[in-house]
């Protein structure tokens, strides 16, 4: 994709690729890509087939057969250097649950391969055929053949040369008529049929293929196209372009064909089967390369032996080939990070993984080095690590389990072994019972538990003695994907929270040295839901505590010790710890756990901190003792029951107090929760869940110098890198750093009105009690789609920034941030901070009004207010026909007004102002100065009135005027005139060339 704005600068200095003739076809046929059927084509089938199908010499295919070998089968060759071999026998990844739209010649869907047949039930669910106008897209033209070619290299079922994604679903768009060529209009209804039925089948458009590129912009199509690209990104579909074929005849290397050059889709170039850049690839450094020579896939068969059975392959080469090779493995790279939760997928985010792990490929005849795609490598950066014992000898050990527990779990192969232990708290009957994520199935290996049966509904159940250890294996069946394994015991009442639950912890959130002193009495114990109180314990000074998170502070440590019953509020982690004065070591303390019995189980010396498990409603019961016999005055006790671990997830919880929480990625993830710090290892930790719960809460999340993605959904939270992902939900601030890398940041409006601000270096959202502010994010998106009046303030940059309006969306590039803003009721920006900025505007589709000076330039429409303040050059180009006027107002200094037929300029001492395609244009001289208006080559306009002190250009369309400027200098061009009436007048006018007097 075009991540790092290479395509998109060129797009905007060339509209035009190759100016060849005006017709537009197919990427593998001439002359789009200049590569010539009878030298890119490869046929199985003999000369007298080739000759009737295509108009191909005898002695064209003998030079052909020498040039690519039609015996040849490269398909294993191709598979081995992509790793897509090792992903079907590894991981069994087939872009299951997606649908692929083929945009091209229409996919010949009776081929045995490609489902045999067309509509519901079968893998060419539906389309359209837009170069006929009906419901049928079938491959049928004599120039066709291309589409079926592509849909093969995606979608095949074929065991001798599979489709990338086997497992996809298809539509076939047909934009190209039998001869082979489209007018652009064509694949304009194409993208605009995408967006509108992206989810009307079972399974919902993720990926377009365009093996197509166009030459020529002549009926200024481009800019259209380009504005569906982007919405189709922010649909979230991956949309795959051929590169072009074009390199040998091109002047600048660089060049792509488009629409591969535009920044909303990712352009494919071709390799060979050694991975070098093939001869013909169209390149730049944002392109993927992918298997573009010699390909084997799906062809009709009028293309093939005309047997009357769509079972024909042939090979061709071209980018066209490389495309659709791409487009597949982003449905794989989809379908991976789908089954490790990953929530907003995008188009970015999978371009993002394709370039992280591809391979290098050094190019000798640019000298530079390319990303070639390794679809291995894409997904086993995605599948989290395989942490789980894959044998009984070591098998992962998930503690004691007293009531019940959770085992988070992931089969990271299609044959993948995971072993787990635990030792029975109690004695009773233990059930394992495994939920799955959607088609997983998994098989269990119980042969180590006595007496064990395996139930209908899967799960197992056996007889459990306490203290003894249980191993068992759960094992795949030919998929991958996440699995949870409860571990409990069914007879016993589940230990949740009571109804007044919430009242306990609220009532015994936030203790001081004050609350202890009312703690409940030890011997009403059977009331406040603490049992099989040990006779020893029952002692004055017992303090019992329901704890969420809570500090006892003016505690006491000595030689005999004090026992503490902390009744959980959370199932997860309770952390135990002493603060201690300055100066007293921890090396004095001593902290044990009791049992039912008074005894210590476990005792910890010479530490202030400890963590146990609990289950949310038992009572656990702690000792704090001095080593020495000494005692310590002034100890604070700080218990937080707000973290709980499954597997590979955290889950954390807020008080209804005001939290202030904060997340660290690195190897080393750090946690802080109310100066409470946790750290885990990257490979064991991946997912972090933070609830902030009641009160004004704070949250803080600090990336790596890698990319992140960060969305806030309303007041929903997520930012997530290659290892790690963390969402937050009830928080009142939340402040979030990227800390470096090409870190991207979406937000998706609240009901509330919404408020943002872009800086330097930092975005700010405001939105009812919700603020938010995200540093370092190099690109942003806002959506405003949810109600409210949101508005956005937009501030320059020291250097050169850009802000452009469109009828749809504003884009403002500052500082390093490129910011998209959608559908925002008010939008202005700020250039206050030097550098030559440059504001952009189109119309709109409805009515809008422009208002202009040398202070800023407003356009005013029916929902929407946006304002360019303070820019050095403001541009206006009417794009889309909408009703719009504009009227410009000069500056202090002095100002002149340039009028030509290409449009209209207002420019002063340190601003310009440029209007292109208006109907109407009014400019006034008001602020003073010695103002001047310039006429050059007008006579396209059927009249020029000067009255008094107003100039009147007209025609039957366009109306310019103004009014109050000192003098007029006309010089006409050419061979035309226009009628010129000179009324009563109050300045010169002077008129130099082809003018007719009325």
């Not at 093996?211 to 196209?225: A, C, E, K, P, T």
């Not at 700080?638 to 008080?655: A, H, P, S, W, Y």
């Not at 820019?871 to 410009?888: E, H, I, W």
Request: charged content about 20%; hydrophobic content about 35%.
């Amino acid at each position: 994709m075009n991540a790092k704005n290479t395509h998109q600068d060129r797009f905007r200095r060339r509209l035009a690729v190759e100016l060849l003739e005006e017709r537009q076809v197919l990427s593998a046929n001439v002359p789009m890509e200049i590569v010539n059927i009878n030298d890119q084509y490869q046929s199985d089938y003999n000369t007298t087939e080739w000759q009737s199908a295509n108009d191909v010499s005898s002695q064209e295919l003998e030079a052909l057969l020498k040039l690519i070998n039609p015996g040849a089968d490269y398909a294993k060759k191709y598979a081995a250097l992509t790793g897509l071999d090792e992903v079907r026998n590894l991981y069994g990844l087939d872009g299951g649950g997606q649908t692929v739209v083929v945009i091209d010649s229409g996919i010949a869907y009776n081929h045995v391969d490609l489902g045999g047949g067309f509509g519901e039930g079968y893998r060419v669910v539906g389309g359209y055929d837009f170069a006929d106008n009906d419901f049928d897209p079938d491959d049928s033209g004599i120039m066709g053949s291309h589409g079926t070619h592509v849909a093969g290299i995606i979608a095949s079922g074929g065991s001798a040369y599979p489709g990338v994604a086997s497992g996809v679903d298809l539509v076939a768009l047909r934009i190209f008529s039998d001869d082979g060529s489209a007018n652009l209009q064509n694949l304009i209804d194409a993208l605009c049929w995408v967006h509108e039925n992206k989810d009307s089948f079972e399974n919902p458009i993720t990926t377009i293929n365009l093996s197509v590129g166009y030459m020529d912009d002549s009926l200024g199509y481009f800019n259209q196209i380009n504005d569906w690209f982007r919405i189709l990104n922010d649909d979230g579909i991956f949309i795959s372009v051929a590169a072009g074929n074009s390199f040998e005849s091109l002047t600048d290397k660089n060049q792509l064909s488009y629409p591969a050059m535009s920044e909303y889709v990712v352009s494919a170039g071709a390799c060979d089967t050694s991975g070098k850049l093939t001869y013909f690839t169209q390149r730049d450094e944002g392109t993927i390369f992918a298997p573009g020579q010699s390909v084997k896939s799906t062809v009709p068969d009028y293309f093939g032996n005309r047997n009357g059975i769509d079972d024909d392959y042939s090979a061709y080469s071209g980018t066209s080939m490389a495309a659709p090779y791409i487009a597949g493995a982003s449905t794989l790279i989809r379908q991976a990070m789908q089954l490790v939760g990953i929530g907003e997928i995008t188009q970015q985010r999978i371009y993002d993984v394709m370039i992280a792990t591809a391979d290098s490929v050094f190019d000798a005849v640019t000298g530079k080095t390319f990303s070639r795609l390794n679809i291995k490598n894409a997904i086993e950066s995605i599948l989290p690590d395989d942490w789980a014992g894959d044998s009984i000898q070591n098998a992962e050990k998930i503690g004691t389990v007293i009531d019940a527990t959770d085992v988070n779990g992931f089969f990271n192969t299609k044959t993948d072994a995971d072993y787990f232990s635990f030792i029975a708290g109690e004695t009773g009957t233990v059930v394992l019972t495994p939920n799955m994520s959607a088609g997983l199935t998994g098989t269990w290996d119980a042969s180590q538990i006595p007496g064990a049966v395996v139930g209908d509904d899967g799960s197992v159940t056996f007889r459990a003695e306490e203290g003894k250890t249980y191993s068992f294996g759960f094992n795949a069946t030919g998929t991958i994907g996440a699995y949870t394994i409860t571990v409990n015991y069914p007879d016993k009442i589940p230990q949740t929270p009571d109804d007044n639950a919430e009242e306990n912890i609220a009532e015994n959130a936030g203790h001081t040295s004050d609350d202890h002193n009312n703690a409940e009495n030890p011997t009403n114990h059977e009331e406040t839901g603490v049992s099989d109180l040990p006779n020893d314990l029952v002692a004055d000074d017992a303090v019992f505590i329901t704890a969420d998170q809570t500090t006892l502070e003016g505690q006491k440590a000595t030689g005999e010790g004090a026992w503490y019953a902390v009744k959980a509020a959370n199932t997860g982690t309770m952390t135990f710890e002493t603060i201690l004065p300055n100066g007293v070591s921890a090396n004095d303390i001593l902290i044990e756990i009791g049992d039912g019995e008074g005894n210590a189980a476990e005792s910890y010396r010479g530490t202030s901190r400890i963590d146990f498990p609990v289950a949310a409603g038992t009572t656990v019961w702690v000792r704090v003792a001095t080593i020495s016999g000494k005692t310590i005055d002034n100890v604070s006790i700080r218990l937080t029951n707000l973290l709980r671990q499954e597997g590979r997830d955290v889950f954390v919880f807020g008080t209804e107090a005001n939290d202030d929480i904060s997340f660290t990625a690195g190897t080393t993830q750090t946690l802080v929760i109310n100066g409470v710090i946790y750290t885990f290892d990257q490979d064991v930790v991946s997912n972090i869940s933070i609830d902030g719960r009641g009160g004004n809460d704070s949250i803080a999340l600090i990336g790596t110098s890698d990319a992140e993605y960060i969305t806030i959904d309303g007041v929903n939270v997520e930012i997530s890198g290659s290892r790690y992902n963390v969402r937050a939900i009830n928080a009142e601030y939340v402040t979030i750093n990227g800390a470096g890398g090409d870190d991207s940041f979406r937000y998706y409006d609240t009901k509330e009105n919404d408020q943002i601000t872009v800086r330097t270096g930092a975005i700010s959202i405001a939105s009812g009690r919700f603020f938010a502010q995200v540093h370092g994010a190099a690109k942003f998106f806002a959506y405003s789609q949810r109600g409210g009046n949101d508005s956005a303030t937009l501030y320059d940059s020291p250097d050169n920034d850009v802000f452009n309006v469109s009828a749809t969306y504003s884009l403002f590039r500052s500082g390093g941030t490129t910011s998209q803003l959608y559908s925002f009721g008010s939008v202005v920006a700020h250039s206050i901070n030097g550098g030559a900025d440059t504001a952009t505007f189109t119309d709109t589709t409805g009515e809008s009004v422009f208002t202009g000076s040398y202070e800023s330039m407003k356009r005013i429409s029916a929902n929407q207010y946006v304002e360019a303040r303070g820019f050095v050059q403001t541009n206006l180009t009417a794009v889309f026909g909408g009703k719009s006027d504009v009227q410009l107002e000069d500056s202090v200094g002095s100002d002149t007004l340039y009028i030509s037929s290409d449009g209209v300029s207002l420019n002063g001492e340190h601003y310009g102002i440029s209007v292109r395609g208006f109907d109407s244009v009014h400019a006034s001289s008001v602020n003073g100065g010695v103002d001047a208006v310039i006429l050059y080559d007008t006579q396209n306009f059927q009249k020029i009135i000067a009255d008094r002190n107003t100039i009147r250009l007209i025609d039957s369309v366009h109306n310019v005027e103004a009014d109050g400027f000192g003098e007029v200098w006309g010089f006409g061009v050419g061979d035309k005139s226009s009628k010129i009436e000179k009324n009563e007048t109050d300045y010169a006018i002077n008129l130099f060339g082809w003018w007719e007097e009325s």
